[in-house]
């Protein structure tokens, strides 16, 4: 597989050499394998089309559920009636009309450019201080914990946002000024009546969708190892799992999806984004959400649920499998430099670099699989400018999961935008490491001192994952 994948590779003209004679050391090596960041997983495309390629090994079955779950995640819903039975039931109250809306090309959202930019993959979490009886954090009793700012004909939409930005600075230690742009969000034009007092936003960016099954094929164990919640060894870094609702067993689980790895499995983080960003009801969550005063029951819908079960579970299994790009100019000097700078500021000790699959996901091409994804699923603090003050389950409104890298150095590629971070403030991965805090302000020190060719070097090899 990995001869094939090495021809297509050269034929697209991606492949580079480890040496270069110009170099007056001894050069770096990459490490064996270490292009193929999923495994076998992989996928050798550096097109816009990069994130939509299934994993290479599923069995016939499966192939066609992924045809079939990449349909429902892309076409579009309606409101009921329609005669497109199969896809209506849209609303009453949603974000979007599809998956791929928010992820278009199975890839990420960003904020709106400008004002009146309709979203384009960026909203809304609302809750308040304290937590139910599952751990979840309270929320609003009229808008729930999701602000829909579309709804179907004859309905009050729920409201609007709106972000303005401040202009601040961070000055590099060759003098380099760097501006970043602080966001504040503004809800406006509510349609039910005020927000309760307290409220906290949290705004959430629609993230890629490459690699989800691979992460879901993590032992816990694998991961648990990694957690280091009183920082035994002293290194700052205290990474720690976050324990959630899994709603199918009524248990509380490991946390792994989600900005603050706020759901369980693939399979809820899906229902979820069904009901809550387009409101289409699923055996996950069956009831629609709606407002105080508002009918739902006396609105069309699409059926008990909406979307069926063998349809939802076609779409589980199209995220579960999604590959990952194979990675470009991984052996180049300057690439591998910035791979050593990369280990030696520290970011390694969050964005674990290899990771090694499990035996037993339901899903067999998941299973073993050495992956580099670039993170260790755990929570971290990261400071007070990356604050959104909003408790998710034990994450406290610091606490962000570690964010994969497997596929960055292709969004702009698939998506046309470089916008990183939870809420796509950071213009591309400078500003992403400038915004880095708590556990990261020693890592983002170090990275102020380097001179402009370590930078240049450092992004160079991030950009290649």
């Not at 992820?103 to 384009?120: I, N, S």
């Not at 009793?141 to 602000?147: A, S």
């Not at 008990?304 to 180049?332: A, C, G, H, M, W």
């Not at 606490?399 to 590629?413: A, K, V």
Request: proline share 5%.
């Amino acid at each position: 597989m990995k001869n094939s994948i090495l021809g297509m590779l050269l034929a697209l003209g991606i492949h580079s050499t480890a040496c270069n004679n110009n170099e007056d050391y001894h050069p770096l090596t990459a490490e064996e394998g270490e292009q193929y960041s999923g495994g076998s997983v992989t996928v050798a495309n550096a097109t816009e089309e990069a994130f939509g390629f299934s994993a290479p090994q599923l069995t016939t079955d499966q192939a066609v559920d992924f045809g079939v779950g990449n349909s429902f995640f892309r076409q579009s819903w309606v409101s009921a009636p329609s005669s497109t039975t199969a896809r209506d039931g849209l609303g009453p109250f949603f974000n979007a009309i599809s998956c791929a809306a928010c992820h278009f090309k199975d890839g990420r959202g960003r904020p709106p450019g400008f004002d009146g930019e309709m979203a384009t993959g960026l909203l809304m979490r609302l809750s308040l201080p304290g937590s139910d009886a599952y751990g979840a954090a309270l929320v609003d009793p009229v808008y729930g914990h999701q602000l829909q700012d579309l709804a179907i004909l004859g309905q009050t939409v729920k409201g609007t946002y709106t972000i303005t930005y401040t202009t601040i600075t961070e000055t590099l230690a060759d003098g380099t000024v760097i501006s970043l742009q602080k966001p504040t969000y503004n809800i406006n034009n509510l349609g039910y009546g005020s927000l309760a007092p307290g409220i906290l936003i949290s705004p959430r960016v629609a993230n890629q969708t490459i690699g989800l099954g691979l992460l879901e094929a993590l032992d816990e164990q694998t991961i648990l190892a990694l957690a280091d919640e009183n920082d035994a060894n002293g290194d700052g870094i205290s990474g720690r799992a976050n324990y959630v609702y899994d709603v199918m067993s009524g248990t509380t689980v490991l946390g792994r999806f989600g900005w603050k790895a706020n759901q369980p499995n693939i399979r809820q983080q899906v229902a979820a984004a069904f009901v809550n960003d387009m409101g289409i009801t699923s055996y996950v969550f069956p009831n629609e959400i709606c407002p105080p005063g508002v009918d739902c029951d006396a609105i069309p819908n699409g059926g008990s649920p909406e979307i069926s079960n063998e349809n939802l579970d076609k779409v589980v299994l199209y995220s579960q499998t999604l590959s990952v790009p194979i990675r470009r100019n991984f052996d180049e000097q300057n690439v591998l430099r910035g791979k050593k700078i990369f280990n030696d500021i520290n970011c390694a000790a969050c964005h674990t670099p290899k990771l090694q699959t499990g035996n037993s996901h339901a899903i067999a091409a998941l299973r073993n699989q050495t992956i580099r994804p670039y993170t260790d699923m755990l929570l971290h603090d990261m400071g007070d400018a990356l604050s959104d003050n909003a408790p998710d389950f034990l994450a406290t409104g610091n606490e962000w999961r570690t964010q994969p890298l497997w596929g960055i150095g292709l969004i702009n590629t698939v998506n046309g935008h470089t916008r990183l971070l939870h809420d796509g403030r950071a213009h591309n991965v400078t500003e992403a490491i400038l915004w880095h805090g708590g556990e990261a302000q020693q890592s983002k020190e170090k990275f102020k001192q380097l001179t402009a060719k370590e930078r240049e070097d450092l992004l160079a090899f991030i950009n290649s994952l």
